[in-house]
């Protein structure tokens, strides 16, 4: 069984920083890879960023990239997303998710369908 809390979401204005994180518990051992992924409404969830577990490589969309750093604490087994200067079109349900499928990570670490498990999201509002 594995399980990914997310928490840290709130409202905040334009220009603005807040940090999401990501509490995994369960099975964390075979996890390859976690990722940041979000949704808002009425639009295609999409990739946000990425970060190996063991190594620490990672990866960005271009619409975040300088402005959103992901990182990892291995020993809480916990995900951070450090959002800055955030704006408004940042808006959604963020979620986390874990792959332990490393061929698909590889192949397009940015899919939603090469992760396993995932969160149940936290809501970041940004107002301008």
């Known amino acids: 069984q594995v399980q990914l809390v997310e928490s840290g979401g709130g409202l905040v204005q334009a220009g603005g920083s807040l940090r999401l994180s990501c509490a995994a518990s369960?099975?964390?051992?075979?996890?390859?890879?976690m990722g940041w992924f979000r949704q808002a409404l009425g639009k295609e969830r999409e990739f946000v960023a990425a970060i190996i577990w063991s190594g620490g490589t990672t990866y960005y969309a271009e619409s975040v990239k300088g402005r959103l750093t992901v990182s990892r604490d291995n020993a809480k087994n916990t995900v951070y997303l450090q959002m800055n200067t955030l704006k408004p079109e940042d808006t959604a349900v963020y979620y986390c998710?874990?792959?332990?499928?490393?061929?698909?990570?590889?192949?397009?670490?940015?899919?939603?369908?090469?992760?396993?498990?995932w969160g149940q999201g936290t809501q970041v509002t940004v107002s301008s």
């Open positions: 998710a874990a792959t332990d499928r490393v061929l698909a990570y590889v192949i397009n670490y940015g899919r939603t369908s090469t992760y396993a498990y």
């Open positions: 369960g099975r964390t051992g075979s996890f390859y890879a």
